[in-house]
């Protein structure tokens, strides 16, 4: 089983994308932001398998965010 980080400010598109993921027998974590997600991965040291990043983010854009990782 892998574990998928979604990275989406809008709402129902990353509880699609969860729900559609989480049915195909995967974990999925769901960050409303840049600054989140670079929490996740580098604060918080949590590992994933793969990453789903918006790159029309508020703050921090997706752009940014896979430049900093």
Do not use: C, W, Y
């Amino acid at each position: 089983m892998s574990r998928v980080l979604i990275v989406e400010d809008e709402a129902h598109l990353a509880d699609g994308l969860r729900f559609n993921i989480q049915a195909e027998g995967h974990t999925a974590r769901v960050a409303g932001d840049g600054f989140t997600a670079i929490d996740l991965l580098l604060k918080d040291k949590e590992v994933f398998d793969a990453m789903i990043l918006d790159v029309m983010l508020p703050g921090k854009d997706g752009f940014a965010v896979a430049t900093e990782l």
